[in-house]
């Protein structure tokens, strides 16, 4: 019964091998009939004819046609980045400067005043909130060594 098995077996991977042969001498055939027919499957002939039709197309282009639409876009493209520009840099700019100019006149007041006046009022601060500090640590000194020493190197 093994025997018949292997045999089995046996056949059935010649049978794998000649269906794989006959596989590979039917694309042969069918690359034959193909090149008898006129065409190729070859690089080179598929490289031949894709050069060919380009340079035919090539042919058929207006050089001059070509060059207008680029003059064209060229001309868009610079209008639609001065839009940008225009957008985003000098209208922001525009309406801050009118803004300060309103501000000042109906109000009376120069906004470079009120900018130096709002820094020295938060420089005021400052200095009062260190010396603040400075003054209760010397009326209730800390009780850590680490906060004592941090006093000490200030």
Not at 10 to 36: F, G, P, W
Not at 49 to 70: M, P, Y
Request: hydrophobic letters at 40%.
């Amino acid at each position: 019964m093994q025997a018949l098995e292997a045999q089995v077996s046996q056949k059935e991977n010649a049978l794998n091998t000649l269906q794989e042969s006959l596989m590979t001498v039917d694309e042969r055939i069918a690359r034959y009939e193909r090149r008898l027919a006129g065409q190729s499957d070859s690089m080179l002939d598929s490289i031949n004819r894709g050069l060919s039709s380009f340079t035919a197309s090539i042919g058929e282009v207006d050089i001059f046609k070509i060059q207008a639409q680029l003059e064209a876009s060229v001309e868009n493209l610079l209008n639609l980045m001065m839009l940008y520009l225009l957008k985003t840099l000098l209208l922001p700019l525009l309406f801050m400067y009118l803004l300060i100019k309103g501000f000042q006149q109906i109000w009376q007041v120069n906004v470079a005043d009120c900018s130096s006046h709002l820094q020295r009022q938060k420089q005021k601060k400052r200095l009062d909130a260190a010396n603040l500090n400075r003054d209760t640590n010397s009326v209730f000194p800390p009780s850590n060594p680490a906060q004592q020493g941090a006093l000490n190197r200030s």
